[in-house]
C-alpha cells in the first residue's frame, strides 16, 4: 500500500471515456448515450485524448507511471487497439515505475465487452478489471435501468478469470431503491463465490440532476432509510472481512495486496494527470500554487472536443486549494483510509503536526469514540467514525 | 381669523369591517369636498419623504377636515377622524370615537354585516355616537342593497329607512352623503368660555417638531403660545403651533369648541403624552379631567432575537425608530442562554406584538425569533411583597410561592349562530367561563372569562378557521385571580432551554410539555450522541422523548473529482452549523426553536 502522504515522484494517468450504450438513470458522470459507437468518433475523441495528454504532460514531467486508469462512461465499448494506442503514448511519455504499472480497464458485464476481454489484456496490457456488477439481483438490476442481468455478470467474470485476469474488482451498490437486507446477503453470498480480489462499494446516492434524483423530489423514489442503510453497511462489513477482506478505505475492500494503486492517488493526494470529458486532475504543487492544483475539464463531449481541437486550455475551473483547504483535504482524505492520517507526514507539508490546527476537534471527536490519535499524533477513525465520516470531516473543514 | 361657529362643525369617523371601504369612501369625501384624497396625500408624502420630514408634519392618512357648502347654503366644517384598525387598541377607538359625534357605518352591499360591522357599530354606540348606516358598492353586480338595509334594521337595529346607499368607486350618493352628515349628526357641544379642556385622541412623533397631539376641544380654547397643562401625566408645555389638516397641515392661531387639530409643544418624548389626557390651559385651568382615562400598559411580552447575532445592534436601533411612533410598546435587554442577546418587548395584546414584529422584519429586514408570548403574572410569595413579572425566567421557585395570579379578561366574540358550537369549544378549551349570550337574528354574541395567557397565542387565528373569519372578537382586562400556575421547563440532554420555558395552567402542562418535546424532536436532527428531551416542572419530568444517535453519516465513494466537492460541501455543512444555537453540546437549529414556538398551529 502506497505511504500515507503525497506521492510526489510518480504519476497516475486517468483516461475518461464518456461513452455508454445506455445512460444510467442515477449517473451523474459525464457521460453521452451512444447505443453503437461509430468508428469515426472513437477515433475523434482518441484524437482529442492524445491531443490533450500531449499539451498537458509536460507540469508531470520527470514521474514515473504507477498506474494507468480507464475508466468512464464505458471505457470498454473502445477497440483493444484503441486503448493499445492510448496505453504506448502514455507510456512514451511517462517510464514505468519499477514496481510496475497497474493498468485498469472498466467493464460492463456483456457479450460485447466478454469477447474483447482477452485482447484487452494482450494488446492494450490491461491488469486489472472493475466490473461494473451492482447486483446480483435481477430486480434491482432492472430498477437500476441496468442493461446486464446477474447471468451475464457470471459469464463475464468467468470470461475475466480464463483470458487471465487475475485481479478483479466488482462494484457492489447498496442501499438502493427496493434492496432488503435478504437481497445484499445473496450478494454478498456471490461475491464469497466468486473471490474477487477488489470490492468497491457504493451507496446508491440521488443526485439532484438525474432522473432518479428528479423522482426522488417529487417523491416517486424514496430515499433509503439512513438505519437501514447502516444496517446494511454494518453487514457489508463483517461480511467482507469475513471473507478476508480488509476495508482500506471508506468504501473499498481489498484481499492483502490488492489495494487499488489509483484510487489510492486520490486519497494521498499524489499527482493525477486526467484527461477526457469531466476529468479532474490533481497536478503537483508548484511555486506558484504550493498546495497543487485540481484542473476540471467540461462534462459535455462536444465543448470537450471544441477546446481541444481549437488547441485551447481544456480545463473549464481549476480549483487551487490554499493552505486551509489543503489541510483540510490532507485530513479527510487520509481518515478515509485505515492507515489513517501520518502526524509526521502531516508537518513535513504543513509546517506543524495535526493538533498544532484541529486541537480541540480532535479532543472532541476522541472523547466522542468517533477517532484516535496515537501517542505521535497520528489519527484513524474507529468503526463509529467510520459510519459518521462527514460528521467528522466537518470538524476539519 | 374668525371663530367657527360649533353650530357650523360636524365630527365623524367611519367604521368597516376590512375591505368594506371605508378608504375608498373617505377618499370620495375628501375629492368631493376639493380636497386631494387621503390616499394621494400619503402617495405624495412618500414621494417626498425626505424633504417633507424638513419642511412638513407628518399627518395620519384619514384625518382630515372638509369644508361643504350645505343645502342651506352655508359652509360647514366636517372633521373625519381616523381610528386605529384592530382589537388591541380597541381603548384608543374608543377615545377617537368620543372626539366625534357621529359615525358612518360601512357595510357591503354584496356581502352584507359581517362580524366586525357589529363590533363597531357596538362600539359607536356605547360612545353615543349617531350611527348613519351606508350601504357601499351598490355598483357590484352582486349588490343587494335593500337586503344589506334590512338586515341593517335586523341585527344592529337601525331604521332601514336611514339607510345611504352608496358607490365610493363611481361616486354616486356621496354627495348626499356629506348632506346627510350635515343633517344627522349633531354639531358639538361645549361650553366656549369654560376653562379650556381639550381630548388628545391621537398622538405621532414627528422627527421635525417633536411630539404631535391630536385634540379636539371640548369646553373653551387654545391659541398658540398658550402655557397648557397635560391634566392626567402632569406635564406644562407651550403651544407652538397650532394646526387644522386640510388637506395638508395649515397654522392656525387658535382652536376653538368641537374644532379638531394638531397641537405642537415641543414635547421631545412620545411617552410624555397618553392617549385620552386631557389638555388645560394653565392660566384657567379646568379642575376636572375628562372623563374615561385609562392607563395604557403592556399586557403581552415576549423575547425578541436576531437570528443571526449581528444584527443584534440593528435590532436595538430599529426598536429605538419604533417606540419613537408607538408609545404603547416597550422594551429592555435580556440575555437567553439558548438565543443570545435580545430584548424583552411588552405589547397591548398579541395582535399589536405580531405587527410590531412583522415592522421589524419588513421594514427593518431583521431576522427574529419570537419566544412564547407571555402575560404579566402576579406573584404573592410567602414572604414579602406581591410583585408582577413578565417573563418566565423570573417566576422563583415554588416552594418559596404563596399563590400565583393571573390576568383575566372579559371577550366578546360575535359570530354567525352555525359556528356558535365551533367558538363554545374553543373558549371552553381555553379555560374559559361564559357569562352571557345573546342572539341577534342569525347572529350570536357571546361574552366569555378567559385568563389571558389563553388567548395570547393563537386564540385569534383559531377563532379565525373556526368560524371562517366571520368571528370577531374583542376584549377588556377584568382584573387578576388567582389560579394553579407552574412554570413548564424544557431541558436538552439536562440543560434547560430557557427560550422554551412556559407559566401554563397545570391542567395544560402534561399536554403542552409533550407537544414541546414532540416539536423539538421533529427538528433537532440526529447527532452523534442520542439526545433526550424533557418537559418538567421543577424537577419533576412530565414528558420525555429521545433524537436517537445519528448511526450513519457517510456517503459514498470520494475519487478524482469528488474531492473539491466534497470539501466544499463540508465548508458548507460547517457553515451551516455556525447558524445552530448550542444548548450544552446539543446543536439545535433555529428551525426547532421557530416551531417550538408555534406550538398548536396545526
Request: glycine share 6%; proline share 3%.
Given at each position: 500500500m502506497p505511504d500515507p502522504q503525497p506521492d510526489s515522484d510518480t504519476v497516475g494517468v486517468y483516461l475518461h471515456v464518456p461513452f455508454c450504450r445506455r445512460v444510467c438513470p442515477y449517473c451523474d458522470f459525464a457521460v453521452v448515450a451512444a447505443r453503437c459507437l461509430e468508428a469515426s468518433e472513437e477515433e475523434r475523441y482518441l484524437t482529442a485524448l492524445l491531443a490533450e495528454l500531449e499539451r498537458r504532460a509536460p507540469i508531470f514531467a520527470g514521474r514515473r507511471l504507477v498506474s494507468l486508469y480507464f475508466g468512464g462512461g464505458t471505457p470498454s465499448l473502445l477497440q483493444a487497439e484503441s486503448l493499445a494506442r492510448l496505453r504506448e503514448a502514455v507510456g512514451a511519455l511517462f517510464p514505468p515505475a519499477p514496481g510496475g504499472v497497474e493498468i485498469t480497464l472498466e467493464v460492463n458485464p456483456s457479450t460485447l465487452e466478454r469477447e474483447r476481454l482477452p485482447a484487452f489484456r494482450s494488446e492494450a496490457g490491461v491488469n486489472r478489471l472493475s466490473l461494473g456488477v451492482q447486483s446480483f439481483d435481477d430486480s434491482l438490476l432492472k430498477a437500476l435501468g441496468r442493461a446486464h442481468r446477474a447471468e451475464e455478470s457470471h459469464r463475464t467474470w468467468a470470461a475475466a478469470r480464463r483470458a487471465g485476469f487475475e485481479n478483479l474488482s466488482l462494484d457492489l451498490i447498496f442501499a438502493a431503491l427496493h434492496q432488503t437486507p435478504a437481497m445484499l446477503a445473496q450478494d454478498l453470498d456471490e461475491i464469497s463465490a466468486l473471490a474477487p480480489e477488489h470490492v468497491s462499494t457504493y451507496e446508491l446516492t440521488l443526485e439532484p440532476q438525474t432522473p432518479f434524483g428528479r423522482a426522488a423530489e417529487r417523491g416517486r423514489i424514496r430515499r433509503y432509510p439512513a438505519d437501514r442503510a447502516a444496517d446494511l453497511l454494518d453487514t457489508i462489513q463483517s461480511r467482507l472481512t469475513a471473507d478476508g477482506f480488509e476495508q482500506y478505505e471508506l468504501t473499498n475492500f481489498a484481499r492483502p495486496g490488492f489495494e487499488s494503486v489509483h484510487n489510492s492517488r486520490y486519497w494521498t493526494r499524489s499527482p493525477v494527470l486526467a484527461l477526457g470529458t469531466g476529468a479532474h486532475s490533481s497536478d503537483p504543487p508548484s511555486e506558484a500554487r504550493p498546495y497543487g492544483a485540481r484542473p476540471a475539464n467540461p462534462r459535455l463531449l462536444a465543448a470537450y472536443l471544441a477546446r481541444v481541437e481549437a488547441g485551447e486550455p481544456v480545463a473549464e475551473a481549476v480549483d487551487v486549494p490554499d493552505a486551509a483547504q489543503a489541510r483540510a483535504e490532507a485530513v479527510f482524505l487520509a481518515l478515509r483510509r485505515r492507515v489513517g492520517l501520518s502526524a509526521e507526514a502531516f508537518a513535513a507539508e504543513f509546517g506543524a503536526a495535526p493538533r498544532h490546527y484541529f486541537a480541540s476537534a480532535i479532543e472532541l471527536l476522541a472523547s466522542r469514540g468517533l477517532l484516535i490519535e496515537s501517542p505521535e499524533g497520528d489519527m484513524r477513525l474507529t468503526q463509529r467514525g467510520r459510519l459518521l465520516a462527514d460528521t467528522v470531516f466537518e470538524y476539519f473543514a | 381669523m374668525t371663530r367657527v361657529d360649533p353650530e357650523r362643525i360636524r365630527n365623524f369617523c367611519i367604521v368597516a369591517h376590512i375591505d368594506h371601504g371605508k378608504s375608498t369612501i373617505a377618499d370620495r369625501l375628501l375629492e368631493l369636498t376639493g380636497m386631494v384624497s387621503g390616499r394621494d396625500r400619503q402617495d405624495q408624502f412618500l414621494d417626498n419623504m425626505d424633504l417633507e420630514r424638513e419642511r412638513g408634519i407628518t399627518i395620519k392618512a384619514q384625518t382630515a377636515r372638509m369644508r361643504f357648502t350645505a343645502a342651506d347654503g352655508e359652509i360647514y366644517i366636517l372633521n373625519l377622524i381616523d381610528t386605529p384598525g384592530h382589537v388591541d387598541f380597541s381603548y384608543e377607538v374608543s377615545r377617537a370615537l368620543s372626539a366625534c359625534e357621529g359615525a358612518l357605518l360601512v357595510v357591503d352591499a354584496a356581502q352584507g354585516i359581517e362580524a366586525q360591522t357589529l363590533a363597531n357599530a357596538y362600539l359607536a354606540l356605547e360612545s353615543n355616537l349617531e350611527i348613519i348606516p351606508v350601504v357601499n358598492k351598490i355598483d357590484l353586480p352582486s349588490a343587494d342593497p335593500d337586503r344589506v338595509a334590512q338586515e341593517i334594521e335586523d341585527v344592529v337595529g337601525l331604521d332601514a329607512s336611514d339607510v345611504i346607499p352608496v358607490s365610493a368607486k363611481s361616486g354616486q350618493g356621496v354627495a348626499e352623503l356629506l348632506q346627510v352628515i350635515v343633517d344627522r349628526i349633531s354639531p358639538p357641544v361645549g361650553e366656549p368660555e369654560a376653562p379650556t379642556r381639550a381630548l388628545v385622541f391621537d398622538s405621532w412623533f414627528d422627527s421635525y417638531v417633536g411630539v404631535v397631539m391630536l385634540v379636539r376641544i371640548v369646553d373653551g380654547q387654545l391659541q398658540r403660545r398658550d402655557r397648557i397643562r397635560l391634566m392626567i401625566s402632569g406635564g406644562e408645555h407651550e403651544i407652538n403651533q397650532l394646526n387644522v389638516i386640510d388637506p395638508v397641515p395649515r397654522r392656525v392661531e387658535r382652536l376653538g369648541v368641537g374644532e379638531v387639530g394638531m397641537v405642537v409643544a415641543g414635547i421631545k418624548t412620545l411617552s410624555d403624552v397618553q392617549i385620552g389626557d386631557t389638555i388645560t390651559v394653565q392660566s384657567r385651568p379646568a379642575s376636572e379631567a375628562l372623563p374615561g382615562f385609562q392607563e395604557v400598559k403592556p399586557m403581552v411580552f415576549a423575547g425578541l432575537y436576531p437570528v443571526e447575532a449581528e444584527d443584534y445592534e440593528d435590532l436595538k436601533a430599529a426598536l429605538e425608530k419604533l417606540k419613537l411612533n408607538d408609545s404603547s410598546f416597550g422594551y429592555e435587554p435580556e440575555t437567553s442562554a439558548a438565543l443570545g442577546f435580545g430584548y424583552r418587548c411588552g405589547f397591548l395584546g398579541f395582535l399589536h406584538g405580531e405587527i410590531i414584529q412583522e415592522r421589524l422584519e419588513r421594514e427593518y429586514g431583521l431576522n427574529l425569533i419570537t419566544t412564547a408570548p407571555t402575560v404579566r403574572y402576579r406573584v404573592v410569595p410567602k414572604c414579602g411583597e406581591p410583585f408582577e413579572i413578565e417573563s418566565p425566567a423570573a417566576l422563583p421557585d415554588s416552594t418559596e410561592i404563596e399563590r400565583i395570579e393571573e390576568p383575566i379578561i372579559s371577550a366578546t366574540v360575535h359570530v354567525p349562530s352555525e359556528y356558535l358550537g365551533a367558538v363554545i369549544r374553543l373558549c371552553q378549551d381555553r379555560r374559559g367561563v361564559q357569562k352571557?349570550?345573546?342572539?341577534?337574528?342569525?347572529?350570536?354574541?357571546?361574552?366569555?372569562?378567559?385568563?389571558?395567557?389563553?388567548?395570547?397565542?393563537?386564540?385569534?387565528?383559531?377563532?379565525?378557521?373556526?368560524?371562517?373569519?366571520?368571528?370577531?372578537?374583542?376584549?377588556?382586562?377584568?382584573?387578576?385571580?388567582?389560579?394553579?400556575?407552574?412554570?413548564?421547563?424544557?431541558?436538552?440532554?439536562?440543560?434547560?432551554?430557557?427560550?422554551?420555558?412556559?407559566?401554563?395552567?397545570?391542567?395544560?402542562?402534561?399536554?403542552?410539555?409533550?407537544?414541546?418535546?414532540?416539536?423539538?424532536?421533529?427538528?433537532?436532527?440526529?447527532?452523534?450522541?442520542?439526545?433526550?428531551?424533557?418537559?418538567?416542572?421543577?424537577?419533576?419530568?412530565?414528558?420525555?422523548?429521545?433524537?436517537?444517535?445519528?448511526?450513519?453519516?457517510?456517503?459514498?465513494?470520494?475519487?478524482?473529482g469528488d474531492i473539491t466537492r466534497k470539501r466544499k460541501l463540508l465548508e458548507k455543512q460547517k457553515a451551516g452549523k455556525k447558524r445552530m444555537k448550542m444548548v450544552g453540546s446539543v446543536e439545535i437549529p433555529q428551525e426547532a426553536f421557530l416551531a417550538a414556538l408555534k406550538l398548536g398551529d396545526e
Open positions: - | 352571557d349570550l345573546v342572539v341577534h337574528g342569525d347572529r350570536v354574541q357571546v361574552r366569555y372569562e378567559l385568563p389571558l395567557n389563553e388567548v395570547v397565542t393563537d386564540f385569534h387565528d383559531r377563532l379565525k378557521s373556526a368560524t371562517r373569519g366571520y368571528g370577531s372578537f374583542d376584549y377588556d382586562l377584568e382584573g387578576f385571580r388567582p389560579s394553579s400556575l407552574v412554570k413548564l421547563d424544557v431541558l436538552v440532554n439536562g440543560d434547560s432551554v430557557d427560550a422554551l420555558s412556559l407559566i401554563v395552567h397545570r391542567d395544560n402542562a402534561q399536554s403542552r410539555g409533550a407537544e414541546l418535546a414532540r416539536k423539538l424532536k421533529e427538528f433537532i436532527p440526529r447527532q452523534q450522541f442520542p439526545v433526550a428531551i424533557q418537559a418538567a416542572i421543577g424537577a419533576r419530568i412530565i414528558a420525555r422523548t429521545t433524537v436517537r444517535a445519528l448511526r450513519k453519516n457517510v456517503l459514498a465513494k470520494c475519487y478524482g
